[in-house]
């Protein structure tokens, strides 16, 4: 008989950062929380990824208010974040103890389940967040960067299945952000990973290439323990596959999630309402809800492709689009077959755009590329070719170990030149590491409020990081 599966609801995090670009507030989630808390989700994915930092910068909203918010409204229902390995939430590497104080932090404001990535799938930038996560009794899921190319075989996510069982995770989530995976596949790769290891398997699929919902039935079959899937107002396109739909197309079988059809309805009139209001303000654009195959022709992610035309855009070249990706899984393979997420889809992205646009291969070779190849961001699937490491990293040290065992303890420091004037928790330290450029303007904001000053002269930045 096979175990009833377990529904992770994503609207409150990844469908929103996936569709509207991170901006559902906490005023548009609490009226409905209390409802979403009677479904009986095997957890709601409510924090982490892009969404601290769109709280600070567009929001003017304390994420850990949020989070707390979220922990009191609804309290019979398991919390999951998205944590990025060693980078915690912001964009470089943290030290240890650092980190650790994240995921303490992040536990005792409500957090249950923290779902922990790397980049590179280095199972060494994730040690210490698996740790930190065990030592504060939360459940500790690693995901493991699902990507194309040569390298990544069907063995290849066995072995690292195998990495992450014994380093102790309390589940493994295939994700596969670029929607890459197809139904037949997603079959092979799941019964795989079944095969040798005994913790639970999650899988994560984005809609984008319209395959989504056949992936997660197919991966059901072969035994998949939880999916992950997205109130249908927004679900779809980059987002995920409608809860509703997958919760219909198992009842009845031995599968059957055990969720109320009619409850979550009630639910989907709520979210409905939204997604009126996002595409009246344009910060829904229905395009995002479109079927886009590129991804599984040109092996990018969507969210990669649009970068690499906005930058062919700003240097008057977009003809040369097709000769850039063709020139990604070049620069792709020179760099050691790195997956294709945040932050190497963009490292990988930029450098081939200026190769091309250059006329000539590494003639100018961004910070971050030689970062990458340098070893900063940690070990690529595949060893990189030492002439060519020379060739870009120059008389540089090439980086072996773990890239956080050169890093000093730092929280004691950031303890000790955190601005008092903005202290109103401890958390706030940690707000500051991660964003140390757009946290000074959310405090200030947040303290003018406080104290009846207009601070709406602040200039608050307006770039966007997708996870």
């Known amino acids: 008989m096979a175990n009833k599966v377990k529904v992770t609801e994503t609207v409150l995090r990844d469908a929103h950062q996936s569709l509207i670009a991170t901006r559902m507030s906490i005023d548009e989630m609490t009226p409905i929380l209390p409802e979403m808390d009677k479904v009986g989700f095997y957890s709601a994915e409510v924090w982490g990824g892009a969404t601290f930092d769109a709280c600070i910068r567009f929001l003017d909203e304390d994420p850990w208010d949020r989070l707390r918010t979220i922990r009191k409204l609804m309290p019979n229902t398991k919390l999951q974040m998205l944590f990025r390995g060693q980078n915690a939430l912001g964009y470089r590497h943290y030290a240890d103890d650092v980190l650790e104080y994240f995921v303490q932090k992040s536990v005792a404001n409500g957090i249950d389940i923290i779902r922990i990535f790397d980049a590179l799938n280095d199972i060494r930038n ?62 092979e790769l799941v019964s795989a990973i079944k095969s040798v290891v005994k913790i639970p398997i999650q899988l994560h699929t984005h809609y984008t290439s319209g395959l989504a919902s056949m992936c997660l039935l197919k991966g059901v079959e072969n035994g998949v323990d939880m999916i992950d899937t997205a109130m249908s107002p927004l679900a779809l396109g980059t987002s995920h596959a409608p809860t509703e739909s997958m919760v219909a197309a198992l009842q009845g079988t031995e599968y059957d999630t055990g969720l109320d059809l009619v409850q979550l309805n009630n639910i989907r009139d709520y979210f ?29 992610p969507g969210g990669m492709l649009s970068n690499l035309l906005s930058q062919l855009k700003q240097a008057g070249k977009e003809d040369q689009l097709n000769d850039v990706l063709a020139e990604v899984p070049r620069v792709r393979a020179d760099a050691g077959m790195p997956p294709l997420v945040t932050p190497t889809s963009q490292i990988v992205g930029t450098q081939a755009v200026y190769n091309i646009i ?78 140390p450029q757009v946290a000074p303007k959310f405090f200030e904001k947040r303290r003018n409020r406080k104290y009846g000053v207009d601070s709406d002269h602040v200039n608050v930045e307006t770039k966007v990081h997708p996870v």
């Open 126 to 187: 994730l040690q210490t967040a698996i740790a930190a996560a065990k030592k504060e009794k939360a459940h500790a899921q690693v995901a493991i960067s699902y990507t194309t190319g040569e390298t990544f075989t069907t063995q290849y996510y066995m072995d690292y299945a195998k990495q992450i069982e014994e380093a102790g995770a309390d589940s493994i989530c295939i994700k596969d952000m670029a929607a890459l995976l197809t139904p037949y596949y997603t079959a």
């Open 358 to 435: 250059m006329g000539e291969r590494y003639k100018m070779v961004t910070k971050e590329f030689k970062g990458l190849v340098r070893g900063e961001y940690g070990r690529t699937p595949v060893a990189i070719d030492p002439d060519f490491r020379k060739k870009i990293i120059g008389d540089d040290e090439p980086i072996d170990c773990r890239p956080a065992d050169l890093l000093e303890p730092e929280l004691e420091k950031m303890k000790a030149e955190f601005p008092q004037k903005y202290y109103e928790q401890e958390e706030d330290i940690l707000t500051m590491a991660q964003f």
């Open 272 to 300: 409905m309402t939204l997604r009126a209001k996002y595409i009246k303000s344009g910060l829904l654009d229905p395009k995002m809800l479109a079927t886009n195959a590129n991804a599984l022709i040109y092996q990018v």
